[in-house]
Protein backbone atom coordinates (compact mmCIF):
# COMPACT_ATOMS: atom_id res chain seq x y z
CA UNK A 1 0.00 0.00 0.00
CA UNK A 2 1.75 3.13 -1.05
CA UNK A 3 -0.06 5.20 1.68
CA UNK A 4 1.57 2.87 4.29
CA UNK A 5 4.78 2.74 2.20
CA UNK A 6 5.44 6.90 2.88
CA UNK A 7 4.24 6.93 6.65
CA UNK A 8 6.75 4.46 6.95
CA UNK A 9 9.65 6.27 5.00
CA UNK A 10 8.42 9.72 6.72
CA UNK A 11 9.03 7.67 10.37
CA UNK A 12 5.43 8.24 11.19
CA UNK A 13 2.46 6.10 12.19
CA UNK A 14 -0.53 6.02 9.49
CA UNK A 15 -3.77 6.84 10.54
CA UNK A 16 -6.43 5.46 8.66
CA UNK A 17 -9.92 7.01 7.27
CA UNK A 18 -13.34 5.25 7.56
CA UNK A 19 -15.30 5.50 4.47
CA UNK A 20 -19.04 5.00 4.46
CA UNK A 21 -21.68 5.28 2.17
CA UNK A 22 -25.30 6.43 3.20
CA UNK A 23 -28.56 4.84 1.64
CA UNK A 24 -28.41 7.65 -0.77
CA UNK A 25 -25.05 7.77 -2.08
CA UNK A 26 -23.33 10.13 -0.78
CA UNK A 27 -20.05 9.96 1.79
CA UNK A 28 -18.90 9.91 4.63
CA UNK A 29 -15.43 10.41 6.03
CA UNK A 30 -14.57 9.94 9.71
CA UNK A 31 -11.24 9.80 11.62
CA UNK A 32 -9.95 7.11 13.67
CA UNK A 33 -7.52 9.12 15.50
CA UNK A 34 -7.21 13.03 15.75
CA UNK A 35 -5.67 13.90 19.24
CA UNK A 36 -2.12 14.75 17.12
CA UNK A 37 -3.29 16.79 13.99
CA UNK A 38 -3.69 20.23 16.06
CA UNK A 39 -0.89 22.22 15.47
CA UNK A 40 0.79 19.58 13.36
CA UNK A 41 1.69 19.16 9.58
CA UNK A 42 -0.91 16.59 8.37
CA UNK A 43 -0.40 14.49 5.18
CA UNK A 44 -3.02 13.39 3.18
CA UNK A 45 -2.85 11.26 0.55
CA UNK A 46 -5.31 9.63 -1.73
CA UNK A 47 -5.05 8.69 -5.68
CA UNK A 48 -7.86 9.48 -7.29
CA UNK A 49 -8.52 6.18 -9.43
CA UNK A 50 -10.04 3.55 -10.04
CA UNK A 51 -13.78 5.66 -9.48
CA UNK A 52 -12.62 8.77 -10.15
CA UNK A 53 -15.15 10.88 -8.82
CA UNK A 54 -15.74 8.78 -5.50
CA UNK A 55 -11.73 9.17 -4.59
CA UNK A 56 -12.34 13.07 -5.24
CA UNK A 57 -15.02 13.51 -3.29
CA UNK A 58 -13.65 11.00 -0.52
CA UNK A 59 -9.87 13.32 0.15
CA UNK A 60 -12.16 16.57 0.06
CA UNK A 61 -14.17 15.41 2.83
CA UNK A 62 -10.83 14.08 4.78
CA UNK A 63 -9.24 17.54 3.64
CA UNK A 64 -12.24 19.44 5.38
CA UNK A 65 -12.48 16.98 8.47
CA UNK A 66 -8.43 17.77 9.19
CA UNK A 67 -9.21 21.36 8.10
CA UNK A 68 -11.47 21.73 11.06
CA UNK A 69 -9.02 20.15 13.44
CA UNK A 70 -6.45 23.18 12.73
CA UNK A 71 -3.31 21.29 11.69
CA UNK A 72 -0.51 24.04 11.12
CA UNK A 73 0.23 22.63 7.87
CA UNK A 74 -2.12 19.99 5.69
CA UNK A 75 -0.15 19.24 2.30
CA UNK A 76 -2.60 17.02 -0.13
CA UNK A 77 -0.48 14.79 -1.81
CA UNK A 78 -2.29 13.44 -5.31
CA UNK A 79 -0.18 10.17 -6.57
CA UNK A 80 -2.78 10.55 -9.56
CA UNK A 81 -4.87 13.37 -9.78
CA UNK A 82 -8.27 13.27 -11.50
CA UNK A 83 -9.42 15.07 -14.28
CA UNK A 84 -6.14 16.03 -15.38
CA UNK A 85 -6.63 16.29 -18.93
CA UNK A 86 -9.77 18.26 -19.00
CA UNK A 87 -7.43 21.92 -18.52
CA UNK A 88 -7.82 23.63 -22.01
CA UNK A 89 -10.03 26.36 -22.44
CA UNK A 90 -12.96 25.55 -25.49
CA UNK A 91 -16.39 27.21 -25.40
CA UNK A 92 -19.10 25.41 -23.59
CA UNK A 93 -16.54 23.07 -21.85
CA UNK A 94 -15.43 23.21 -18.08
CA UNK A 95 -11.98 23.38 -17.26
CA UNK A 96 -12.36 20.44 -14.99
CA UNK A 97 -8.88 20.54 -13.16
CA UNK A 98 -8.90 24.14 -12.62
CA UNK A 99 -12.17 23.58 -10.94
CA UNK A 100 -10.40 20.31 -8.61
CA UNK A 101 -7.88 22.32 -7.78
CA UNK A 102 -10.20 25.44 -6.08
CA UNK A 103 -12.08 22.52 -4.98
CA UNK A 104 -8.59 21.36 -3.30
CA UNK A 105 -7.91 24.37 -1.39
CA UNK A 106 -11.36 25.35 -0.05
CA UNK A 107 -11.02 21.84 1.53
CA UNK A 108 -7.90 23.38 3.55
CA UNK A 109 -4.86 22.30 1.60
CA UNK A 110 -2.41 24.27 2.34
CA UNK A 111 0.30 22.90 -0.39
CA UNK A 112 0.12 19.88 -2.88
CA UNK A 113 2.26 17.46 -3.85
CA UNK A 114 1.81 15.78 -7.25
CA UNK A 115 3.35 12.82 -9.35
CA UNK A 116 4.29 13.38 -12.49
CA UNK A 117 1.12 15.42 -13.92
CA UNK A 118 -0.46 15.15 -17.45
CA UNK A 119 0.33 18.55 -18.14
CA UNK A 120 2.05 21.16 -16.58
CA UNK A 121 -0.49 23.64 -17.29
CA UNK A 122 -2.62 21.76 -14.73
CA UNK A 123 -0.12 23.06 -11.85
CA UNK A 124 -0.89 26.79 -13.01
CA UNK A 125 -4.63 26.59 -11.96
CA UNK A 126 -3.33 25.93 -7.96
CA UNK A 127 -3.56 29.05 -6.17
CA UNK A 128 -1.32 27.02 -2.83
CA UNK A 129 2.17 25.75 -3.63
CA UNK A 130 2.29 22.63 -5.89
CA UNK A 131 5.45 20.27 -5.47
CA UNK A 132 6.09 18.12 -8.05
CA UNK A 133 7.85 14.78 -8.32
CA UNK A 134 8.54 12.17 -11.57
CA UNK A 135 8.95 8.58 -11.85
CA UNK A 136 10.47 9.31 -15.06
CA UNK A 137 14.21 8.40 -13.36
CA UNK A 138 13.17 5.48 -11.98
CA UNK A 139 11.91 3.79 -15.34
CA UNK A 140 15.64 5.60 -16.51
CA UNK A 141 18.01 4.00 -14.33
CA UNK A 142 15.76 0.42 -15.03
CA UNK A 143 16.08 0.66 -18.43
CA UNK A 144 20.20 1.44 -17.78
CA UNK A 145 20.64 -1.72 -16.00
CA UNK A 146 19.60 -3.78 -19.50
CA UNK A 147 22.39 -1.76 -21.14
CA UNK A 148 20.47 -0.99 -24.00
CA UNK A 149 22.94 0.08 -27.02
CA UNK A 150 21.95 3.11 -28.93
CA UNK A 151 18.21 2.90 -28.12
CA UNK A 152 15.60 4.63 -29.94
CA UNK A 153 13.13 6.72 -27.80
CA UNK A 154 9.24 7.35 -29.45
CA UNK A 155 7.37 10.18 -28.90
CA UNK A 156 3.99 8.83 -29.50
CA UNK A 157 3.01 12.80 -30.43
CA UNK A 158 4.79 16.46 -30.40
CA UNK A 159 3.78 17.34 -26.54
CA UNK A 160 6.30 14.13 -26.07
CA UNK A 161 8.80 15.11 -28.17
CA UNK A 162 11.03 17.31 -25.16
CA UNK A 163 10.69 14.86 -22.62
CA UNK A 164 11.68 11.79 -25.11
CA UNK A 165 14.52 13.83 -26.08
CA UNK A 166 15.83 14.13 -22.08
CA UNK A 167 15.24 10.24 -21.35
CA UNK A 168 17.50 9.68 -24.73
CA UNK A 169 20.26 11.80 -23.62
CA UNK A 170 20.12 9.90 -20.71
CA UNK A 171 20.20 6.61 -22.22
CA UNK A 172 22.64 7.62 -24.87
CA UNK A 173 20.43 7.12 -27.42
CA UNK A 174 18.16 8.92 -30.09
CA UNK A 175 14.47 10.19 -30.59
CA UNK A 176 11.76 9.89 -33.22
CA UNK A 177 8.28 11.54 -33.20
CA UNK A 178 5.20 10.61 -34.66
CA UNK A 179 2.03 12.40 -35.60
CA UNK A 180 -1.17 11.88 -34.15
CA UNK A 181 -4.48 12.68 -34.77
CA UNK A 182 -6.91 12.04 -32.02
CA UNK A 183 -11.26 12.23 -32.65
CA UNK A 184 -13.38 12.29 -29.86
CA UNK A 185 -11.74 11.99 -26.04
CA UNK A 186 -9.97 8.48 -25.89
CA UNK A 187 -10.17 7.62 -29.98
CA UNK A 188 -6.96 8.02 -31.92
CA UNK A 189 -7.75 8.16 -35.49
CA UNK A 190 -4.24 7.81 -37.00
CA UNK A 191 -0.47 7.67 -36.00
CA UNK A 192 2.13 8.16 -38.48
CA UNK A 193 5.83 8.49 -38.95
CA UNK A 194 7.91 10.48 -40.88
CA UNK A 195 8.99 7.49 -43.51
CA UNK A 196 12.58 8.95 -43.29
CA UNK A 197 12.70 7.44 -40.30
CA UNK A 198 12.11 3.99 -41.10
CA UNK A 199 15.95 3.12 -41.66
CA UNK A 200 16.47 4.46 -37.71
CA UNK A 201 13.55 1.35 -36.48
CA UNK A 202 14.85 -1.06 -38.43
CA UNK A 203 16.12 -4.02 -36.01
CA UNK A 204 16.55 -0.95 -32.98
CA UNK A 205 15.53 -1.31 -29.89
CA UNK A 206 12.29 1.40 -29.21
CA UNK A 207 11.69 2.57 -26.41
CA UNK A 208 8.18 4.48 -25.10
CA UNK A 209 7.77 6.24 -22.57
CA UNK A 210 4.12 8.32 -21.25
CA UNK A 211 3.00 9.80 -18.15
CA UNK A 212 0.20 7.72 -18.13
CA UNK A 213 -1.56 4.05 -19.79
CA UNK A 214 -5.40 4.58 -19.65
CA UNK A 215 -7.22 3.12 -22.89
CA UNK A 216 -3.68 1.92 -24.63
CA UNK A 217 -5.48 2.96 -27.85
CA UNK A 218 -2.60 5.28 -28.70
CA UNK A 219 -0.07 3.42 -27.28
CA UNK A 220 -1.35 0.01 -29.57
CA UNK A 221 -1.08 2.60 -32.39
CA UNK A 222 2.58 3.52 -31.76
CA UNK A 223 3.16 -0.30 -31.16
CA UNK A 224 2.34 -1.05 -34.90
CA UNK A 225 3.42 1.63 -36.72
CA UNK A 226 7.52 0.43 -34.91
CA UNK A 227 6.79 -3.36 -35.73
CA UNK A 228 5.76 -2.43 -39.09
CA UNK A 229 9.10 -0.77 -40.04
CA UNK A 230 10.97 -3.69 -38.31
CA UNK A 231 11.75 -2.52 -34.71
CA UNK A 232 13.30 -5.38 -32.75
CA UNK A 233 12.24 -4.73 -29.63
CA UNK A 234 9.95 -2.50 -27.79
CA UNK A 235 9.60 -1.71 -23.99
CA UNK A 236 7.06 0.40 -22.62
CA UNK A 237 7.69 2.31 -19.18
CA UNK A 238 4.68 4.83 -17.66
CA UNK A 239 3.65 6.60 -14.80
CA UNK A 240 0.24 5.52 -14.33
CA UNK A 241 -1.73 2.32 -14.98
CA UNK A 242 -4.61 3.34 -15.46
CA UNK A 243 -5.56 0.12 -17.35
CA UNK A 244 -9.26 1.89 -18.49
CA UNK A 245 -11.68 -0.43 -20.77
CA UNK A 246 -9.44 -2.83 -23.29
CA UNK A 247 -6.12 -1.87 -21.92
CA UNK A 248 -5.38 -5.30 -20.30
CA UNK A 249 -6.61 -6.95 -23.28
CA UNK A 250 -4.61 -4.90 -25.60
CA UNK A 251 -1.48 -5.20 -23.55
CA UNK A 252 -1.64 -8.56 -22.84
CA UNK A 253 -1.13 -9.27 -27.19
CA UNK A 254 1.06 -6.24 -27.58
CA UNK A 255 4.18 -7.22 -28.93
CA UNK A 256 6.26 -5.66 -26.36
CA UNK A 257 8.98 -7.13 -24.33
CA UNK A 258 8.44 -5.39 -21.34
CA UNK A 259 6.28 -2.81 -19.32
CA UNK A 260 7.11 -0.90 -16.68
CA UNK A 261 4.53 0.87 -14.32
CA UNK A 262 4.77 2.53 -10.86
CA UNK A 263 2.06 2.06 -7.93
CA UNK A 264 0.48 5.65 -8.17
CA UNK A 265 -2.30 3.95 -8.49
CA UNK A 266 -3.42 0.58 -6.81
CA UNK A 267 -4.93 -1.97 -9.00
CA UNK A 268 -5.79 -5.91 -8.39
CA UNK A 269 -4.03 -8.92 -9.93
CA UNK A 270 -6.36 -8.91 -12.15
CA UNK A 271 -4.47 -6.16 -14.20
CA UNK A 272 -1.30 -7.64 -13.63
CA UNK A 273 0.87 -8.80 -16.99
CA UNK A 274 3.17 -11.24 -17.17
CA UNK A 275 6.13 -9.32 -18.48
CA UNK A 276 5.04 -5.65 -16.25
CA UNK A 277 7.06 -4.78 -13.35
CA UNK A 278 5.80 -2.07 -11.20
CA UNK A 279 7.88 0.53 -9.29
CA UNK A 280 7.18 2.07 -6.10
CA UNK A 281 6.71 5.90 -5.72
CA UNK A 282 7.14 6.21 -2.41
CA UNK A 283 10.74 7.18 -2.17
CA UNK A 284 10.02 10.22 -4.41
CA UNK A 285 6.80 11.03 -2.49
CA UNK A 286 9.00 10.74 0.86
CA UNK A 287 12.00 12.86 -0.47
CA UNK A 288 9.53 15.76 -1.27
CA UNK A 289 7.75 15.63 1.84
CA UNK A 290 10.79 15.24 3.99
CA UNK A 291 12.01 18.60 2.27
CA UNK A 292 8.68 20.06 2.81
CA UNK A 293 8.40 19.43 6.33
CA UNK A 294 12.25 20.54 6.52
CA UNK A 295 11.31 23.86 5.48
CA UNK A 296 14.36 23.14 2.40
CA UNK A 297 11.55 24.01 0.00
CA UNK A 298 9.53 27.05 0.64
Same mark, same amino acid.
Given at each position: ????? /???? @???????? =???????????????????? %? =?? %???? !??????? =??????????????????????????????? $????????????????? +?????????????? @???????????????? /????? *??? @??????????? &???? /????????????????????????????????????????????????? $? =????? !? &?????????????? &?? +?? +??????? &??????????????????? %???????? /? %???????????????????????? +?? *????? !??????
Amino acid at each position: MLASS /VAQG @LGVSLTPS =GVARFSDGETFIGLGSHESV %T =GS %TVVA !IQSCMPS =GNERLIEMLLLLGALKRLKPKRLLAVFPFFP $YRRSCKEKPGEAIGSEL +VARFVEAAGATRVV @LVDPHSSQLVTFFKIP /VETVT *AMN @LFIDAWKAQKF &IRPL /VVAQDRGAVQRAQWVASELGGETIAFEKQRGRADEVQSMAMNPAHAARV $Y =GATCC !I &IDDEINAAGTLMRA &IA +VL +VSAGARE &IHVAATHAIFSGPAIERLG %TAPISSLM /V %TDSIGFGPEKRLPNMKVLSVAPLL +VK *ALKGI !IDGKRR
